[in-house]
């Protein structure tokens, strides 16, 4: 897969704002590439996943996030970077105890459901620009607004022949578009959550689709051929073929002067 021109042609097709990404799921540490930089050696700081995620998509970083590098409580859990205790409650109880559950059930119900890690089943998390890869990725990522969604989204039925689907539960969603993919073999729509606002910029109108890599070939064809017969594409153009109606003063105007 030649990533950097997949990467040239997506941008091309989308005109995104910021770079289309890919994600490795790392078993060691020491599997991390050489220039990989990590927010605690970089920043001497602990950062959340979605913050690696917009140093990857905005500043064109290549990021590795292990342990170290992370002070998500969520993030953690759902990464399966804190092994001594039972990441499913604690997920769990924490939901209910910052208002997002009124009941531990229903609660558990939804953490369940959540695409995560065991505990201890990875090291790290790579994150890099498709034109700067040195990981072959699982996941690719691409961030855009609705309109530039829409578009890989017909790109995906025109190579996959089937509609997307999407779950949404607005938190913990770094799981869904990173995790998701990886885990159910299969494209994710996902609304960013409150934490990826919060801390790491994720403007109000941005949406994430992500995939497993081995679909990248397939979508980057199906945005050069679905819809091609009636000239789709991003920005979506408007339609000019009519005579627009105006308001009585203006319709007189028009007719005393035989404007028709």
Known sequence: MDYKDAARQIKEALRLRTEPFGVAFV?????????????????????????????????????????????????????????????????????????????????????????????????????????????????????????????????????????????????????SYLIGPYRQDAIRVVIPGAGDRIFSMTQDDELVLSFPARMLDGLVNGLKEAGKKIGARYPVTFYQNFTPEFPPPYRERAKKWDIT
């Open 27 to 175: 078993p060691e540490i020491s599997a991390l590439p050489e220039k990989t930089r990590r927010p605690s050696q970089v920043f001497g700081k602990k950062v959340t996943i979605c913050q690696g995620v917009t140093m990857a998509r905005v500043y064109g970083w290549p990021v590795g996030l292990g342990k170290d590098d992370l002070i998500c409580i969520p993030g953690l859990l759902a990464f399966g970077f804190i092994p001594e205790i039972d990441p499913l409650l604690e997920l769990g109880q924490l939901f209910c105890e910052v208002g997002f559950h009124q009941e531990l059930g229903p609660a558990l119900k939804e953490v369940e459901s959540l695409p995560r890690f065991e505990p201890q089943e990875i090291a790290a998390i790579y994150l890099a620009p498709l034109e700067r890869l040195a990981l072959a990725p699982q996941v690719v990522a691409v961030y855009g607004n609705p309109a530039q969604l829409m578009r890989l989204i017909q790109a995906a039925a025109f190579s996959l022949g089937e509609r997307v689907t999407g779950e949404f539960g607005g938190k913990v969603e770094c799981a």
